[in-house]
């Protein structure tokens, strides 16, 4: 049974920082596209940053320079290091991971909130 269990998050006042991680169990692992997403209420959850099973990553518009995707195989965790943080960067925050080639697998973490304050 594959399980995401999300960790950090929190209050922050603008142009600080927060870091996110997301633990994995069950999954395999080092073979698993990693995202980062987040939602507010009534929007589509919006991609942040993925990396793939190879290492790299892309990142939206949104965030890039001020986010960071990184992953360690050797302990199955995703973390997202935010920077700057802004007010529009308040949401619930979800790692998803999936892996498989027809079909995919595709999981997601129980959500984080995050809140900036102006």
């Known amino acids: 049974q594959v399980q995401l269990v999300q960790s950090g998050g929190g209050l922050v006042h603008a142009g600080g920082s927060l870091r996110l991680t997301c633990t994995a169990s069950?999954?395999?692992?080092?073979?698993?596209?990693i995202g980062w997403y987040r939602q507010t209420p009534g929007k589509q959850r919006e991609l942040l940053a993925a990396?793939?099973?190879?290492?790299?990553?892309n990142y939206a518009d949104s965030v890039r320079g001020r986010f960071t995707i990184s992953r360690d195989n050797d302990k199955n965790t995703v973390s997202l290091e935010m920077r700057n943080l802004r007010p529009e960067d308040t949401a619930v925050y979800y790692c998803?991971?999936?892996?498989?080639?027809?079909?995919?697998?595709?999981?997601w973490g129980q959500g984080t909130q995050v809140t900036v304050s102006s």
């Open positions: 998803n991971l999936q892996y498989g080639v027809g079909p995919v697998y595709d999981y």
């Open positions: 069950g999954a395999p692992f080092s073979r698993s596209a």
């Open positions: 990396v793939g099973s190879h290492g790299s990553a």
